[in-house]
């Protein structure tokens, strides 16, 4: 036989063996396959980041963290902190908002707060001004250097699930601004029982506020002693504010069920006093530590306390409410109220108390009594207070009993104070009112409510909360699939949420919110209105507005009660023609109309010498039969646009008081579309000229006799200009319809929808910005009013209102960069409504009820609306209550409705079609013979739930034909039919829909899908692949798959079938169609990890994100293999990270906005296509936060994993593992970017600090050169500075964190 010799691996070791040639034959016959296999594996890395909060709220606190003199509230989220100030007008106002990177376990205010008999003294003005500040994490650990200013009264403690606790508390930035400090205590971490996550399961602070107590589950507690805040001052150097003197772990034998401080005597104030109860053996004992102010930790805890068994009846108390008399407290428990009294000497003695308190109510969907879930103290004044204990206590079915406990501890009084309707959870607080009690009712299974106790009058609604119900699904209006235009009206996002009666579904939406304070109907045809401010001559506004055909108006009072007609001798404006501007300035109102200019002082009330009105005819006699078609009004400058024929010319009249004193005028070359007047800039005026847009500007009015005009070729102005300018030759410019300037930025709307922004120097003129924001009309109104750092200004397009911020001084000195956000009125009595088709937004005069707000004036059809803008973006969510469970819903492009599988009264499953614009029920359930029925046959069955629903498009001998189909919990496979029907007036076209077929299965059907002529469905761990028979009316077996777990999902891939299975995750199926034998089906593919799936959605043609239960994402690879290879393996494994929330449902949608549609979202800077049609990869979890996902290329992967790394290892000193930040692209984690982390580098504008030294950024300019194979460096070869490259990162930024919905 022959042999050689030859180097073969052995236990990881190269050695040298001798081989025979059978064996080397056998062995590369073998590998032979396996090398066919050999192929690259693409390198793609994924950005996931948060774009829309959870809106649960575990509590609610009142806590005083920037001064005695603002009522701060702390609304604690699963991972969030929202602090809003309760004003005296009875609304939130926001200030704050911070992601954390953990969850919150548990949060608690430290520091007391005294309210004096003199509430008047606690209303001063603002310390520091409130602008909103959003901070996703925390960049500022320690205040300002320098600062010596005192910790607020009160700061708010946060446990983490990490084992950390934060105390945070509010300060002024460097910009004045208020802004989050912090001060984290490591110390919990030490203990490794606190590192499972039960870590501050219990927390609470004593009454003087220098102790404080945290619990795990498992038998083991900490007290640590805290420095007193009442000497406290802010350090001046970069560590931490040490809050934490010391502390001391003690563990327990059983369970620590709850835990809380006791009231000492008033005259024993530094007596500290710690209750425990411990659950050992299936019962409860209850444990008292105390100790004086200063003791040794170490000597009070030295050993366990035994404590006392509680009384049956008192076992397992759900509350723990330590009383402010004679240190004793209040044990809930399931099944009685009481008090507990003598606990500090012997055997405590419990008394029960008996509460006014109804039965459940329809809100209650236990099984059980309703249980009692929170309670408050509310403020009442010291000498009330002697002797006695003040309470009000929540019941999760919405009942609240206020209470009041003597110095005996006997029940002196309780009042029920009303059934609310809506569930009531932990995040239940009184907040304080000078005049009455307020209450916060937090609801974890749909909207919560604020409400106004008054003295002896029924409870009053004055604000609603979020739905903090779980989400159990969602969906977007993906109508058009892949044929879709650039350019559309973005899609809109809809969860299914809530339970029973608190069922709703929620629209997600995030913009500025407007409160609506006023909605009056004024009539249709309006073009333009104006609110204008008599209120210290009349006491009294006027409302004037302008249509096709003349003008009215009307008063309103101060109180803005009533419209109400002028008496017709006090009408001083020109009502018989279309108003074309309104001002006031100086004292003097200024009308200018198509007819005539009028001009009247405020202080007038009739025609008199105060009033002037003079006609174009007379005052432009040199123009006979003229037209005025526009016209501006400045300080003292009145310019009109007017045109005889062709010929156009602009007038420019001075006026002084309400007389006109002189004049300009120059003919223009060209038609003038709109016109502007800028004291800074001139004259300034779009022109329409051979089929192109024109610019013409006048330098500032003189009364000479010189024209100094400029004209701008704006189309190829936008053409030469170099940088991003968002243009190209093949977009035709429209006529400038609408101009605003502010300072040396003058702003232009097209009647295509371009807004164009142009920075004007002197005569030179640099366009800097172009953007399609929409396809109708863009009006622009400058924003005068606003109380902002930046100015902004208003824009109409499309029937909506968008804030244009102006931010010349961008990151890193950016210029092109113009925030925009959607203007949002809401109606706050009415959080379901669909948001009013805004035609026209403008700021107004007018005193704003909230500090920090604006006014802004709005045209909606026939209706004008006053309401208060916000200053920062945010959540503004719809949510359409429908009184049912929603459990699966879908959006339906061909009946334009979403789709709703719901649970009625009694579990009984059916569907919804929910028109998205109304939020109506437009679904009529009908027999097949056509009578209307209650539930479609297969529907209707108590204790059922629909587990699949889908629509099918049925397609058969070049025949399409569609259908729904429905899965359910009882074994129903139901195909249903629908036909619309004919709309009545406004109303949307209802829908009929009927059971077209039906078959009984013998299981839960848990998913199902269609598929040509085929619908496939799995029924326990079994799927079947069935073809509908419409002869004999009934679905034929073609292929039955046996499973080892149940599938969630269902796909259809070309020929093959993807199934999320239970146990399996993701399988590819080829079901071997023209083989009938029941095991002929193949998987070819699976998952290779062991986790529990929860989703997965196609991001590209052979790869797959998938979701699983431990918060875990995948991207998985379909990896091409030899043709006829049909035996099982696994998917390639691209990418995986881990999300601070687990995905229930992946959808896609196009859902940005227009602005950011089109050209603006061309794949740029690394960025990975996801979907056939650029859709957005959007993902939902259980507590409604919702997951961005973006595809990477490798090097956009290197530059922001560079970037993250460098924020995460920041005060570390070691540049060797620093230039190695970069991700090994050989490991699977580091493929996974925190989007979120980005954000706050991006907003803090902080990596100029990260990339700190020679070394870093070199390697920063080598993976910025590589972006897009080197087209943003280009030409820069060595010449680019470290500015350059720090602006092109920030835009990189920019550009992967812009806004998504």
């Known amino acids: 036989m022959a042999t050689f010799r030859t180097n073969v691996l052995r236990n990881g070791e190269w050695v040298t063996e001798t081989v025979d040639i059978q064996t080397f034959l056998k062995a590369q016959s073998a590998q032979g396959p396996k090398r066919a296999e050999q192929i690259d594996t693409p390198i793609c890395g994924l950005l996931t980041r948060t774009v829309a909060d959870s809106q649960m709220v575990k509590s609610v606190l009142p806590v005083r963290l920037r001064s005695p003199h603002h009522n701060d509230v702390a609304f604690i989220g699963h991972r969030s902190v929202q602090i809003r100030e309760f004003q005296s007008n009875g609304q939130f106002r926001d200030i704050l908002f911070r992601r954390f990177a953990h969850n919150i376990r548990n949060a608690c205010v430290v520091g007391s707060f005294e309210i004096p008999d003199g509430v008047d003294d606690l209303n001063p003005a603002m310390d520091v001004e409130p602008p909103v500040k959003v901070e996703d994490q925390d960049v500022h650990s320690s205040p300002p250097v320098g600062s010596t200013s005192q910790l607020p009264p009160q700061l708010l403690a946060l446990a983490m699930e990490n084992a950390d606790v934060v105390f945070l508390w509010i300060g002024p930035g460097a910009d004045g601004r208020p802004e989050f400090y912090s001060s984290t205590e490591f ?23 220098r102790y404080m107590a945290l619990s795990s589950f498992h038998g083991l507690f900490a007290v640590g002693e805290l420095e007193s805040l009442a000497n406290f001052t802010q350090t001046g150097d970069e560590n931490t504010v040490g809050i934490v003197k010391s502390f001391r772990l003690r563990g327990v034998q059983g369970v620590i069920q709850n835990l809380t401080f006791l009231y000492p005597r008033p005259e024993d104030k530094d007596h500290i006093i710690l209750l425990l109860i411990v659950v050992n053996n299936g019962k409860s004992r209850m444990a008292i530590y105390e100790w004086t102010l200063g003791d040794d930790l170490a000597n009070v805890f030295a050993e366990e306390k035994r404590g006392h068994r509680l009384p049956v009846e008192n076992q397992m108390p759900q509350l723990l409410i330590p009383l402010t008399v004679g240190s004793a407290f209040i044990a809930i428990s399931p099944e009685q109220v009481a008090v507990c009294t003598e606990s500090l000497h012997g055997p405590p003695t419990f008394e029960s108390l008996e509460l006014d308190a109804p039965p459940k109510s329809p809100n209650h969907y236990g099984t059980g009594n309703p249980l009692w879930t929170a309670w408050d103290r509310p403020y009442r004044l010291p000498r009330y ?291 502007h007047h800028s004291k800074d800039l001139g004259i300034i005026a779009g022109l329409w000229r051979d089929g192109r847009p024109y610019l013409l500007i006048r330098t500032p009015t003189t009364e000479t006799e010189s024209q100094d005009i400029e004209e701008i070729d704006i189309a190829e102005r936008l053409k030469w200009t170099p940088g991003e300018t968002g243009y190209r030759d093949d977009m035709p410019l429209k006529a400038i319809g609408s101009i605003a300037s502010v300072n040396n930025a003058i702003l232009l709307g097209t009647r295509g929808g371009e807004l164009i922004h142009i920075s004007k120097e002197w005569k030179s003129a ?37 804030e244009v911020q102006l931010d010349e001084c961008g990151p890193n000195g950016s210029v092109y960069h113009l925030a925009k956000h959607r203007v949002l009125p809401i109606n706050a009595g009415n959080l379901g409504a669909p948001l009013p088709l805004v035609e026209y937004g403008v700021a107004i005069d007018i005193p704003c009820a909230s500090e920090g707000f604006t006014p802004i004036l709005m045209l909606a059809g026939p209706s004008v609306i006053i309401a208060e803008l916000h200053q920062e973006p945010g959540p503004a969510h719809r949510y359409i209550k429908i009184g049912k469970t929603p459990v699966k819903t879908f959006y339906s492009p061909n009946l334009r409705c979403l789709v709703v599988g719901v649970n009625e009264e009694g579990n009984k499953s059916t569907l919804m079609f929910m028109d998205p614009d109304t939020g109506e029920d437009i679904g009529k359930p009908i027999h097949k013979a056509g009578t209307p029925v209650q539930h479609i046959v297969g529907l209707g069955k108590s204790n059922d739930r629909i587990h699949g629903l889908a629509e099918w498009e049925y397609k058969k001998n070049g025949g399409t034909w569609r259908y729904l189909l429905v899965g359910t919990k009882q074994g129903q496979l139901i195909i249903v039919s629908t036909e619309k029907e004919p709309s009545e007036g406004d109303r949307p076209p209802s829908i009929k829909y009927w059971a077209r077929f039906k078959k009984n299965c013998d299981g839960p059907v848990y998913s199902v899908i269609g598929h040509e002529e085929s619908v496939i469905y799995c029924v326990d761990d079994t799927l079947h692949w069935d073809v509908l028979d419409p002869v004999e009316r009934k679905l034929k077996p073609r292929k039955v798959i046996e499973l080892d777990s149940l599938a969630l999902e269902l796909q259809i891939s070309e020929t093959k079938l993807l199934a999320l299975t239970w146990g399996d995750s993701l399988q590819l199926i080829d079901p071997v169609l023209d083989d009938v034998s029941e095991n002929s089906a193949t998987v070819e593919f699976h998952d290779p990890r062991e986790v529990t799936p929860t989703s997965f959605m196609k991001v590209q043609y052979d790869m797959w994100l998938v979701a699983d239960q431990d918060c875990g994402v995948a991207g998985l690879w379909q990896w091409p293999r030899a043709s ?170 920019l550009y992967y964190l812009r806004q998504v919905y």
């Open 187 to 209: 110390v919990f971490r030490r203990p490794p029982q606190f590192q499972d996550g039960n870590f501050g399961a219990h927390m609470a602070v004593d009454p003087s506020s």
């Open 385 to 675: 207070l002697k002797g006695k204990d003040c309470l009000y206590l929540a019941r999760e079915d919405g009942i609240v009993v206020y209470i009041e406990v003597d110095e005996d501890h006997a029940l002196e009084r309780s009042t029920f104070i009303d059934a609310f309707k809506c569930n009531i959870s932990s995040a239940f607080a009184y907040l304080f009112d000078q005049y009455a009690d307020v209450l916060v009712l937090g609801s974890d299974n749909g909207t919560g409510s604020v409400w106004k106790i008054p003295p002896r009058d029924h409870p009053l609604q004055i604000g609603t909360l979020p739905s903090g119900a779980p989400t159990l699904d969602f969906a977007t209006t993906d109508s058009l699939g892949d044929k879709a235009p650039e350019l559309r009206a973005p899609e809109r996002i809809f969860a299914a949420s809530g339970h029973g009666l608190t069922g709703c579904i929620t629209e997600y939406r995030h913009g500025l919110k407007a409160d609506i304070g006023l909605e009056l109907e004024i009539g249709d045809g309006v073009k333009q209105a104006w609110l204008l401010n008599f209120s210290n001559t009349h006491g009294r506004y006027d409302l004037l507005w302008t249509t096709p055909i003349h003008s009215q108006v009307r008063e309103l009072p101060e109180d803005f009660s009533d419209l109400t007609d002028p008496e017709p001798d006090q009408v001083l404006y020109d009502l018989s023609s279309p108003t074309l501007a309104v001002t006031q300035v100086n004292g003097v109102t200024v009308q200018v109309t198509t007819a005539s200019i009028t001009l009247f002082r405020n202080e007038a009330r009739y025609i008199t010498d105060e009033w002037k009105q003079l006609s174009f005819d007379r005052l432009l006699q040199d123009q006979p039969h003229v037209s005025v078609s526009d016209a501006c009004i400045t300080e003292d400058w009145i310019t009109v646009s007017t045109h005889v024929g062709p010929q156009f010319r602009i007038y420019s009249f001075k006026f002084y008081g309400t007389a006109v004193v002189s004049q300009v005028q120059f003919d223009v070359p060209g038609d003038v579309t709109s016109i």
């Open 766 to 802: 640099t366009m800097i910005y172009y953007q399609q924001i929409g396809l109708t009309a863009v009006k622009i109104t400058a924003a005068r009013h606003l109380q902002t750092t930046r100015p902004r200004v208003l824009v109409s397009c499309d029937q909506a209102l968008i």
């Open 1124 to 1293: 006829g290879t049909h035996n099982w393996t696994e998917f390639k494994l691209l990418f995986q990270g881990k999300l601070p929330v687990s995905i229930r449902k992946f959808r896609r949608g196009r859902t940005r906005p227009t602005w950011e549609q089109g050209a603006w979202n061309a794949p740029k800077y690394g960025r990975v296509v996801s979907t056939p049609n650029n859709a957005e990869i959007l993902g939902i979890s259980i507590d409604g936060t919702m997951v961005h996902f973006t595809l990477l290329d490798q090097h956009a992967l290197r530059l922001l994993r560079f970037i993250v790394n460098l924020y995460n290892l920041r005060g570390r000193r070691d540049e060797e593992r620093l230039l190695r930040a970069e991700p090994d692209l050989g490991y699977i984690e580091p493929m996974h970017v925190d989007g979120d982390l980005l954000k706050t580098i991006l907003d803090a504008e902080v990596l100029q600090e990260l990339v700190n030294t020679e070394e870093l950024l070199a390697r920063f300019k080598t993976l910025l050169d590589k972006l897009d194979s080197g087209i943003h460096t280009y030409g820069w070869e060595g010449k680019g500075t470290a500015d350059h490259y720090f602006e092109l990162a920030y835009n990189v930024l």
